[in-house]
């Protein structure tokens, strides 16, 4: 097998990510029991398992960091990708080879298992942390919590991010459904790490592990930039690369937890990693004059955090490249990023769950936005938006992780 025919062989399994449904697995017995079948590498593991509703990919790269800065080996497991597979698995910062990428695949497909996409890529990332053996192994959990291939890793720290809506269709309609279960990551016996968390959905985390369970509310943002975000935790001022004030609260949570794990640097070795920081697709400047930004927000309430943070940096309208899933609340997105928004370019993703063009131009047409006219091909409409754009002015394009992986890509940008 090469590595062309290990992704045809990916793409042969089911593949819920692409075909959103509602149907979800009862439980984790059967991964359990195939994970058996390739030794149960994921028990031979120690480290970080992140829940939550937004940050929590953001939160595993800055924990990565810190181990990988305390000269500690780290195997680094999140999604989605942007561009490659190979994103998702890293050893010690870096994506896993294309070679060890085909063996992986291969070991597993001469298994007698019946995985899907996200259960090889969580099993071949168990197999490689254990034979790499790494010392800590950072996983971000791919959906919800309790029935997330990622939650038989049975972790010395579980960090909990903000809980809010989204996968209604799968996770439930009540926040208090979502809280539930994404608060089975939680672990009675072990560390518990949350970020501040709405009234009830602290009362359902309480519920799972009783006191045993740190809120990280000692943190302060001071200012940001487009440099950097300044902030306080325990008194001490920290800054980082990633912008944003929810990058505060991220690295604050990552910070917690690795102290609480005994992972210590030392103060100037810490502002030195979190200055370093480079997450693609995170409010990520890829040009100026105008400026081009592109940013992963694909829910209300990461919108809601990019719409703070343009007011904050830039203090007036931007020109929007969007374009979202069609299992998102697009109105609730669209509501949200308005007040920034001076002109909107409604694009379509090329993805079998894509929200279709005339729907997303329908919708924007309801909220009042002034809209361009665009092709709904991604490179070309943010050409569009580029071309109508003033030097002075700033591009937004965000929506989905999956427009993001789709503009990086078709513009060649390197990240």
């Known amino acids: 097998m090469n590595y062309t025919r290990s992704l045809k062989y990916l793409s042969s399994l089911v593949d819920r990510e692409k075909k959103g449904s509602k149907k979800y697995k009862i439980s984790l017995r059967k991964f359990r029991e195939d994970l058996k079948k390739i030794g149960n590498p994921q028990k031979k593991l120690k480290g970080f398992l992140i829940g939550g509703t937004k940050g929590k990919g953001s939160t595993a790269y800055i924990v990565e960091s810190i181990c990988r800065n305390a000269n500690f080996k780290t195997g680094l497991?999140?999604?989605?990708?942007?561009?490659?597979?190979?994103?998702?698995?890293?050893?010690?910062?870096?994506?896993?080879?294309?070679?060890?990428?085909?063996?992986?695949?291969?070991?597993?497909?001469?298994?007698?298992?019946?995985?899907?996409?996200?259960?090889?890529?969580?099993?071949?990332?168990?197999?490689?942390?254990?034979?790499?053996?790494?010392?800590?192994?950072?996983?971000?959990?791919?959906?919800?919590?309790?029935?997330?291939?990622?939650?038989?890793?049975?972790?010395?720290?579980?960090?909990?991010?903000?809980?809010?809506?989204?996968?209604?269709?799968?996770?439930?309609?009540?926040?208090?459904?979502?809280?539930?279960?994404?608060?089975?990551?939680?672990?009675?016996?072990?560390?518990?790490?949350?970020?501040?968390?709405?009234?009830?959905?602290?009362?359902?985390?309480?519920?799972?592990?009783?006191?045993?369970?740190?809120?990280?509310?000692?943190?302060?943002?001071?200012?940001?930039?487009?440099?950097?975000?300044?902030?306080?935790?325990?008194?001490?001022?920290?800054?980082?690369?990633?912008?944003?004030?929810?990058?505060?609260?991220?690295?604050?949570?990552?910070?917690?937890?690795?102290?609480?794990?005994?992972?210590?640097?030392?103060?100037?070795?810490?502002?030195?990693?979190?200055?370093?920081?480079?997450?693609?697709?995170?409010?990520?400047?890829?040009?100026?004059?105008?400026?081009?930004?592109?940013?992963?927000?694909?829910?209300?309430?990461?919108?809601?955090?990019?719409?703070?943070?343009?007011?904050?940096?830039?203090n007036r309208r931007v020109l929007l490249v969007f374009s979202c899933l069609s299992d998102k609340d697009i109105k609730g997105m669209l509501k949200a990023i308005k007040p920034v928004v001076k002109k909107i370019y409604p694009t379509e993703i090329p993805y079998i769950r894509k929200m279709p063009l005339d729907e997303i131009k329908k919708t924007i047409m309801e909220t009042g936005m002034e809209m361009a006219e665009t092709t709904g091909i991604i490179e070309k409409d943010i050409e569009i938006a580029g071309k109508e754009a003033s030097s002075s002015d700033i591009i937004i394009v965000t929506g989905s992780f999956y427009l993001i992986g789709e503009a990086l890509k078709n513009l060649k940008i390197k990240y």
């Open 77 to 314: 497991f999140t999604s989605p990708h942007l561009i490659s597979y190979r994103e998702r698995i890293r050893i010690n910062g870096k994506p896993i080879t294309k070679a060890k990428f085909v063996s992986l695949i291969e070991e597993i497909a001469e298994t007698d298992t019946d995985l899907s996409v996200f259960e090889t890529l969580t099993a071949m990332a168990f197999l490689l942390f254990s034979r790499e053996k790494v010392d800590y192994s950072i996983f971000e959990v791919g959906l919800g919590g309790r029935l997330d291939a990622t939650n038989v890793f049975e972790p010395d720290v579980s960090i909990i991010t903000p809980i809010s809506f989204d996968h209604t269709a799968i996770l439930g309609t009540k926040l208090s459904e979502i809280a539930k279960e994404k608060a089975k990551i939680l672990r009675k016996d072990r560390i518990n790490i949350s970020a501040p968390q709405d009234e009830e959905v602290e009362g359902i985390l309480r519920e799972e592990v009783g006191k045993n369970i740190e809120f990280v509310n000692n943190y302060k943002v001071i200012s940001l930039d487009k440099k950097q975000t300044n902030f306080k935790l325990f008194d001490e001022k920290y800054s980082t690369s990633l912008i944003g004030e929810v990058q505060a609260l991220n690295a604050s949570l990552a910070i917690t937890a690795c102290r609480r794990m005994g992972i210590n640097l030392g103060k100037e070795k810490l502002d030195e990693t979190l200055m370093s920081l480079k997450i693609p697709g995170r409010f990520q400047i890829i040009s100026r004059e105008p400026h081009v930004i592109i940013d992963g927000a694909h829910n209300v309430a990461s919108i809601r955090a990019l719409e703070k943070t343009i007011r904050k940096i830039f």
